[in-house]
C-alpha cells in the first residue's frame, strides 16, 4: 500500500497485466504511456514491452479504436488510450461494430478489448472542444459494451484490471481532471467489480447520485451540509452501464429524496437516467437534477466556472430538495 | 471524372483460356495482370506464374468451390423468386466468384484465429465464406434464421462469420471492416504467428474516409495485411466513376509505396498468382499489398429483383435503381467471361479434367447446395427470449419491453 | 389538401424551399431526392435544380454532413440526407462542429443548415447494423443542434419547412418505417414548430409518452385502452431537443401516471429524460417505461419481433401503472 | 519508415537571397520548388515568378505581415512567461510566419463570407488569422477572454474566427477542418462566387481518415479548394516520419490526378507563388491543388515551455515531450533561414527598402502589437450568464447548474 496518483496507479494495472499475457496490445497517440510516482519505480510501457507491443500512431483515432478492436478479435487482448479531443472520432466503430459484433456473430466474436477515454480535464480557458464533459452520455447508450467511470485511483486501478480481464468491450472514461489525484492504492493486482455503484456516505435525509470528475465537488458538498446536520447519502456511479439499480433503488427507498449531479449537459445525461430509474421503482420520493446548461463550454473562465456544477451548486440544490 | 464505362475486361477474346505451356509464356512475358492495365507498375507476371505449381487436387478444388458459389447463389436466387414463405435473401455475388475463390486458395484455412489466416468480408459475404470452407449447411439455416444456423439466427447473410476458419464476418457498413481488419494484422505482428489478413471490400469503400486509414497504418507498421478491391464498377447504383478519379483503384496505392496490383478478377488463375505474391510478401514481413480485381456482378445490388428463376443474372432494371442503370449489354458482356467457363476450360485445357468429369462435379455440387437448403429449412427457429442472450458473455439483460 | 406520401410530402417542402433560395444545397448518397404520388407531379430535385445544386456523392457520409456544414458557414442553405447505414459516421463532426461552432464563435458562425438523418425502418431479419433505432439518443444531447423527429407526414413536411428556414443546425430524424404512411397535406408551405411537443390524445387517467417510429404502436395501444375504459393521453414529443417540459409536466400533473415509450435501448433513451423532467417537476406521479431491451437487435424475426415495443407491450405496461 | 531528420531546408546557404533579377532566371530555370524537392512533378517554376508583379506596396505589407506575427509571437510568449496574471495561451507560430502570408497574399481578403477568400485555420491559428487581416485588439483582446473581443471570449485562440475577413476560424480537432473547408468550396461552385477556399493542416492531418476524404471529393467535384499543409515536421511530439511513409506529402495528390505542390515555406516569395498558382486554377474551375510547404516552428507544441523571456524561440526540452525531443541543432539550423530576415532581405535586395526603412517598420509593427495588448488587458471581463447565450441564434438556454 502506497500512496500513488490515479494514473501511475491505472499504469500499474496496465503493466501488470501485459506481463501475464505476452500477446496483449496498448496503443496511444500523443499520451505516451509513462508514469513516475516518488519512492516506485517509473513505468514506461514502450520501454518495457517495445514498439511491437506497445504502439504509437498517428493523429487516427478512429484507427486506433478500429485496431484495438480487431486486435481482439484476432484473439489478442488489446486496449487503447484515446486523448480527449479524440474521443468521439471512433465512436461509430465502438457503437456499430464493438457493441454489436457478439450479439450480431450469435455469440462467436471474441472482443477482449479496452477502450480507454479520455475525458477533458474541463480546464477553463479552453472552450468548446477541449472543455467539454459529455462523452459519458454518449457511449453509455451502446448496448454490448460496458461503460464505467471510477473517481478514485483505487478504483482506477482496480477496475482497469477488472476491464483486461473483461472478456467484453469495455469503454474506460478516463477524466483527466483526476489523473493527478493522489490515494493510498495497494500495489498488488486486484479487482474492482464493473457492475456496482459505491455508497461513499451513508444518511438518511438525503441522497447524492454523481460519477467521475463530479465525485469530488459532490463529496465537498456533502461535507457541508453534514456541517449544516443534513445526513446525506453519496453515491458513486461508477458503472454507466449496467447500471446498478439496486443500489439506488435501495438508497432513495430510504432517503425519499433523490439529487443526482451531471458534469455534462442536462438533456439526457447520465443523471437522467439515474432519475428514471429510481422514478419507475420507489413512490412518492422527490427528485431533483443539476447540470452543465446545454451549451457548450465558453472559453471565459468568469462564464465557464458559473456554469459548471460546483459544491455550492450542489449544497443549494440539496437544500432546496430537502428544505 | 472519367465517366466511359470500364469494359477493358470485355475486349479480351470471351472466354480465352490458352493451353497451359502458352499460359505460362504469356504470362511470364507480358504480366498476367499486365493484360488488364499497363498503369500499374506491380503486374503479377514478374513474378512467375504460381498457379502452375499448385497440386492438381487443389486446382479441381478450385473449380468444385466457383461451382459452389455459383449453386447457392444460383438456388438462392429462384427460392427468392418462387417461394413466398422463404425468408432469407442474399447480395448475391454470382460473376465474382473467382476473385473469392482465387484470393482463398492462397491462404491457410483452418487452425481458428490463432493459426488460420483471416478473412474479413463485407456485405456480399456468401461468396466468400464459401471459398473459405464454411459449413454450406449451417450457413444456410443461418441465413434462414434458424437456431443451430452458424451465429444461431443473430446473423443472418449480413453478419453471418466462422472464426474457427478464419472467417471473420460479413459487415453491413462501408468503411469500417478494412479498419479493423488491419487490428487483426497488428495483432499477428505482435505475436509472431505468421497469419496474413485479407480484408475484401468493393469499389465503394475507396470513397470512404477509412481508405486511407487502413493503407497508411498498415503501410506504417508493415502489416501482412491485403486489401483486395473488388471492382465491380457499381456501388449500389452509381458507377464508379461517381467516387473515384482514377480509373484503376490500384494505383492508390502509389504514394504509400506499397504494391498495387490490377488483376481480371474473371480467371481464377490470375487472382490466385496475384495473391500469391501478396501473402508471400506480408509473410516475409514486407507489409500490405492493394489488389484491385476487375468483375462484375450478375444481380442486381440486393435480392433477386429483375431475375428470373432458372435464369443466371438479372437483366430487368432494378426497381430501386434511380439514378444509375446497369446497361444489358454491359451485363452480357461480362458473362461471356464467365469465371465459371473459364476455369473449367482451364482445367480441360490442362488435362486435369474431361467435360464428363466436369460435369459430375457440377451435379455433384447442386446435390450438395439443394441438401443444404433442404436440411436448413427443417431447423427449427429460434426461441424469442434468446434475443437477450450474447450481449455479454455472461448472462442476459432485461427484457425492457414488457413492464 | 390531398393524400401524401411522408415522403412526398418531405421533398415538396424542400423543393420550395430550393426555389426561393437559388444557392441551395441538397446533397445525397444512395436516396435519390425523387418521389411520386397519385395525382401529383413526380417531385425530382437533381434534374430540376441540376447537379450543380444537387450532389450525389461516394460512401462518405462523414463528408456529405460536414460539406453541408461548410456550405452554411459559407453563407450558403443546405441539408444532406444520410441514409440509416451511415447515420453514426458523421457524429463527430455534428457533435464537435455544428453543435459547437455557434456558441464557440461568440455567435459568428452562421450555420443554416439541416442533417436529414435516415433511421432503419427496423425491418425484421436485417440484424444490428440495420434494424437498430437508436441515433435519437446520441444526437439529442448535443447542445447547439435542434434535434426533431416528426412521426405523421404533415409534420414532417412542416418540420422540414420550418428546419430549412431555421438558422441553426437541425438534426431532422426520419424514420424509414414512416415514410410510406399517407396522410392529408396541404399543398402549400406550412410551419410546424421545432420545440414543441403535440398532444394527440386528450385524457384523465394516463399519460402515454413517445416520438419518432413509436407513435403508430401507441396510438394502437391507445385505441385498445379506450375501448378498455381508460381515459388516456397520448403526447408525440415531436422535438427531443429541445424537449417540451411544459406539455409533459401539465399533462402527468393532470393524470398522476406517466408510461413512456422509446423505440431505441433502455438505458439513456430520450424516455428516460421524458421521465426525469416529469419527475423533477410533479411530485406523487407514478412511472413506467419501456424500451427495446439493452441489446442489439437480432436477425432472427422470432427473436426482433419480440423484442421491438409493439401496441400489446404497451397496452400491458398502461394497465399495469393503472391498475 | 523513413526516419531521417529531413534537412533539405537547411542545406541551402542560410538568408540566401539572390538579387531580383537573377532570381527570376533560377526560378524560371529550375523552378522555385524544385530547389526543396524534385519527386514533386508540378513545381511552381513551370509557371513563372509571380511575385515579380506584385505592387511594391503590396510586398511591403507581406513584409509587415510578417513582422506583425512574429511581434504578436514573441510579445505573447514574454507575457506568458513573465507575467503570472495574464491567463492567455498560444499555440505559437514563429518560424512559419512566411507560408501564413505567403498564402494570403493570393487571396482575396474582404467581403465577408460572401465575396472574400475563405480560410480555415488550425489549433494554431494566430499567425494565419494575421495573414488575412484580423483586428489585431480585439484578437488580443479574444485571447485574454474579454468581453469585447472579437468573439466575446467564448472563443479564445483555439477559435477565433472572423467571417468578415473570410477567417472562417481556427479549429481544436485535427481532421474535420479540412472536409467542412470543402463544403464551402461546394457552396461557392454552386452559386458561382468565384471564391477560393484555403485550408491549413499540419503534417499531422496527413494520417486522419478526413484527408483522403477531402482530396478526393474536392478532386471529384473540380472544386475551388487548397490544401495547404504546414510541414513543420512534428505533430505535437512525434516525428512526422511516424505518421507519414512518404518524404514529401505533396505526393499523395498523385493518385487523384491533381498537383501536388512542394515549396520552401521560409521564403515568402516562393510561397506566395505556389498559392498564385492554385489560386488561378481554382478560380478558373480546374479544382483543388495540394501544397506542402516545409518549414518549421521555434517553440514547443503550445505554450512558451523551454523558452526564455525576450529571445526567440524554446531551446529548452519540452518537460511534456516524453517519446520524441526536437533537437536542438535542428532548430538552430533552420532559424539560419528565418521567414523575417529572409523577407527583410528579398525586399532591401529588391530595392524596396533600405535598412532604416525595414528598421523603421519593425518600430511601427512592435508599437502595434504592445498597444493592442495593452488595449485588450483593459477591456472588460465576460458577464458569466452571457455563457447561457449563442447557443442557438436567438434566446438562452436555462441555467441547469442552479436548482
Ligand atoms: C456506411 C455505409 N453507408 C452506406 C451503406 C449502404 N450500402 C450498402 S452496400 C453499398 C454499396 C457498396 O458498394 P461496393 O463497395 O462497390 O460493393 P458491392 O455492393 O459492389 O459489392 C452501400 C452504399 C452502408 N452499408 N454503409
Ligand atoms: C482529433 C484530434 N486528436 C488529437 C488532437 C491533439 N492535438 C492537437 S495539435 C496536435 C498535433 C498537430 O500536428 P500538426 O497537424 O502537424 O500541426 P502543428 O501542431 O505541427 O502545427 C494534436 C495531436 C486533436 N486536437 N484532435
Ligand atoms: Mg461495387
Ligand atoms: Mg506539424
Redesign the pocket.
Same mark, same amino acid.
Request: charged letters at 20%.
Given at each position: 500500500m502506497t500512496e500513488k496518483s490515479w494514473m501511475y496507479a491505472v499504469l500499474e494495472a496496465v503493466q501488470y497485466e501485459m506481463r501475464q499475457d505476452p500477446n496483449m496490445l496498448w496503443l496511444f %497517440?500523443?499520451t505516451a504511456p509513462v508514469a513516475s510516482n516518488p519512492g516506485l519505480p517509473v513505468i514506461n510501457l514502450e520501454t518495457e514491452f517495445t514498439r511491437k507491443r506497445v504502439i504509437n500512431t498517428g493523429?487516427d %483515432?478512429m484507427w486506433m479504436v478500429a485496431a484495438t478492436l480487431g486486435a481482439g478479435l484476432a484473439g489478442s487482448k488489446a486496449a487503447t488510450y484515446i486523448?480527449y479531443?479524440?474521443a468521439a472520432?471512433p465512436f461509430q466503430i465502438i457503437q456499430n461494430h464493438a457493441g454489436k459484433l457478439r450479439h450480431m456473430t450469435g455469440g462467436v466474436a471474441s472482443m477482449p478489448v479496452v477502450f480507454v477515454m479520455e475525458m477533458t480535464g474541463q480546464t477553463p480557458g479552453f472552450a468548446g472542444?477541449?472543455s467539454d464533459y459529455e462523452i459519458d452520455s454518449y457511449y453509455m447508450h451502446i448496448p454490448g459494451v460496458k461503460t464505467v467511470v471510477p473517481s478514485t485511483p483505487y478504483d482506477a486501478k482496480g477496475m482497469m484490471a477488472s476491464a483486461l480481464r473483461d472478456p467484453n468491450p469495455v469503454v474506460f472514461l478516463y477524466p483527466a481532471g483526476l489523473r493527478e489525484l493522489v490515494a493510498e492504492v495497494p500495489d498488488e493486482q486486484y479487482d474492482v467489480p464493473l457492475d456496482k455503484a459505491a455508497v461513499l456516505a451513508e444518511g438518511t435525509d438525503l441522497t447524492i447520485v454523481g460519477s467521475g470528475a463530479g465525485m469530488p465537488e459532490i463529496l465537498k458538498a456533502a461535507d457541508a451540509l453534514k456541517a449544516d446536520g443534513m445526513s446525506v447519502e453519496v453515491i458513486d456511479l461508477r458503472s454507466l452501464k449496467p447500471m446498478d439499480t439496486e443500489t439506488l433503488v435501495a438508497s432513495v427507498g430510504k432517503t425519499k429524496k433523490l439529487l443526482a449531479v451531471d458534469q455534462t449537459y442536462y438533456t439526457l445525461g447520465p443523471a437522467a437516467e439515474v432519475v428514471a430509474r429510481v422514478a419507475e421503482n420507489v413512490d412518492g420520493a422527490r427528485f431533483k437534477r443539476i447540470a452543465f446548461p446545454d451549451a457548450p463550454p465558453p472559453a471565459s473562465p468568469e462564464m465557464f466556472l458559473w456554469m459548471r456544477v460546483n459544491a455550492d451548486h450542489i449544497a443549494n440544490a440539496a437544500r432546496k430538495l430537502v428544505g | 471524372m472519367h465517366r466511359e464505362t470500364d469494359t477493358d475486361c470485355q475486349s479480351s477474346e470471351p472466354g480465352f483460356s490458352p493451353g497451359r505451356r502458352t499460359f505460362l509464356k504469356i504470362s511470364v512475358l507480358a504480366g498476367a495482370a499486365a493484360t488488364i492495365s499497363s498503369t500499374v507498375a506491380y503486374a503479377a507476371g514478374e513474378s512467375g506464374f504460381w498457379a502452375k505449381d499448385l497440386e492438381d487436387e487443389q486446382l479441381v478444388d478450385m473449380y468444385r468451390r466457383i461451382l459452389r458459389i455459383r449453386w447457392h447463389e444460383r438456388t438462392m436466387a429462384d427460392k427468392m423468386l418462387t417461394d413466398p414463405t422463404y425468408r432469407g435473401y442474399n447480395h448475391f455475388y454470382a460473376g465474382q466468384e473467382a476473385v473469392a475463390v482465387g484470393i482463398c486458395s492462397a491462404l491457410r484455412n483452418e487452425g481458428g484465429v490463432e493459426k488460420a489466416d483471416l478473412v474479413y468480408s463485407t456485405h456480399r459475404p456468401t461468396g466468400h465464406a464459401i471459398a473459405k470452407g464454411i459449413d454450406l449447411k449451417r450457413m444456410c439455416a443461418e441465413n434462414d434464421f434458424r437456431a443451430t444456423g452458424l451465429n444461431n439466427g443473430y446473423a443472418a447473410e449480413m453478419h453471418i462469420s466462422d472464426p474457427t476458419i478464419g472467417f471473420m464476418g460479413a459487415d453491413g457498413m462501408i468503411g469500417p471492416g478494412p479498419v479493423i481488419a488491419t487490428g487483426s494484422a497488428l495483432a499477428i505482428q505482435a505475436r509472431g504467428s505468421g497469419q496474413v489478413v485479407v480484408n475484401f471490400g468493393g469499389d465503394g469503400t475507396y470513397a470512404t474516409p477509412h481508405f486511407h486509414s487502413a493503407l497508411n497504418n498498415s503501410t506504417l507498421l508493415k502489416l501482412p495485411f491485403i486489401y483486395v478491391i473488388e471492382n465491380n464498377l457499381y456501388h449500389q447504383y452509381a458507377h464508379y466513376s461517381l467516387s473515384v478519379p482514377m480509373k484503376d483503384i490500384a494505383t492508390a496505392a502509389e504514394p504509400y509505396g506499397i504494391p498495387g496490383i490490377v488483376v481480371d478478377g474473371q480467371d481464377v488463375m490470375q487472382v490466385y498468382n496475384a495473391a500469391k505474391i501478396a501473402v508471400d510478401r506480408a509473410r516475409a514481413g514486407e507489409g500490405p499489398t492493394l489488389i484491385e480485381a476487375k468483375t462484375y456482378r450478375y444481380y442486381n445490388h440486393w435480392g433477386a429483383p429483375g431475375a428470373t428463376p432458372g435464369e443466371l443474372g438479372a437483366f430487368g432494371y432494378d426497381p430501386l435503381a434511380i439514378s444509375s442503370f446497369r446497361p444489358e449489354r454491359e451485363l452480357r458482356a461480362w458473362m461471356q467471361r464467365d469465371p465459371v467457363d473459364i476455369s473449367r476450360r482451364i482445367l480441360i485445357d490442362w488435362g486435369l479434367l474431361d467435360d464428363a468429369e466436369a460435369d459430375a462435379i457440377e451435379t455433384e455440387v447442386k446435390a450438395e447446395v439443394t441438401e443444404a437448403f433442404a436440411w436448413a429449412a427443417e431447423q427449427p427457429l429460434c426461441r424469442p427470449e434468446d434475443g437477450l442472450k450474447h450481449v455479454f458473455v455472461d448472462g442476459e439483460v432485461e427484457a425492457r419491453q414488457l413492464a
Open positions: %497517440e500523443l493523429i %483515432e486523448p479531443q479524440g472520432m472542444q477541449h | -
